[in-house]
């Protein structure tokens, strides 16, 4: 059965860098999304992207962070400059029209 | 915006025992509900949902209900067994976009 992967599976950086987490969601899927789990919370969303372009975003999801799918296959969530807080699991979820299957996430350690 | 409560936060049960997790949501408008399961160092995974149209599923050894009236939703997972044992969550959403509002999580222990 195909699935979300991702890549890395653990990133640490420091105050301040970039970050760019990869995801490759499953092919015939048309929506994608990004979540992330700081650790012992909650499951949150980010933002969902149909058609090459944002098609929502939460409060989360301020002027730090883009999404891109620079090809047929890749989507990618970048973080400009990242901050202490920025530290948790991202994951990574595609879908036809409802039901989201996710990637294994992403651990982003910042120190 | 929706808001999901979870409970509870941990449960622990006998192999062989049924397990309950419940859920509430806050905004009328959603009409999807689906449940995650969650293992040690992987994404969640989907196990079973439910739609507003349906006020029961079943899925072999897990069903659902809903009851779109008092806006909570339950998963029944019957003669648990220990690879049952994960975090599940379950989740919320409405027909205005495809964003997923979680709940807490449940961490399901079974004992052999």
């Known amino acids: 059965e195909p699935e979300v992967t991702q890549t890395p599976s653990h990133q640490v950086t420091q105050m301040g860098q970039e970050v760019i987490l990869r995801c490759v969601p499953i092919s015939n899927h048309l929506y994608f999304y990004w979540y992330r789990q700081i650790l012992g919370q909650k499951v949150e969303f980010l933002v969902s992207f149909y058609n090459n372009e944002i098609s929502e975003k939460s409060e989360i999801f301020d002027d730090q962070f883009s999404v891109e799918r620079p090809d047929g296959s890749n989507f990618t969530l970048k973080i400009r400059s990242t901050k202490l807080e920025d530290s948790a699991m991202y994951f990574c979820?595609?879908?036809?029209?409802?039901?989201?299957?996710f990637g294994p996430g992403t651990r982003l350690t910042v120190t | 915006g929706e808001n999901v409560e979870q409970h509870p936060s941990t449960l622990s049960v006998q192999e062989g025992d049924s397990a309950v997790i419940k859920c509430t949501y806050s905004?009328?408008?959603?009409?999807?509900f689906p449940w995650y399961k969650q293992e040690l160092g992987k994404g969640p995974q989907l196990i079973i949902d439910i739609r507003s149209n349906v006020g029961e599923k079943k899925d072999q050894r897990i069903a659902v209900t809903l009851n779109k009236t008092a806006k909570h939703f339950s998963l029944h997972i019957t003669e648990t067994q220990p690879e049952d044992s994960a975090v599940y969550f379950c989740?919320?959403?409405?027909?205005?976009?495809?964003?997923?509002?979680f709940g807490g999580g449940t961490r399901l222990m079974v004992k052999p």
């Open positions: 989740a919320a959403r409405n027909n205005a976009g495809n964003m997923l509002t």
């Open positions: 979820a595609s879908s036809v029209i409802g039901d989201q299957g």
């Open positions: 905004d009328s408008a959603s009409n999807y």
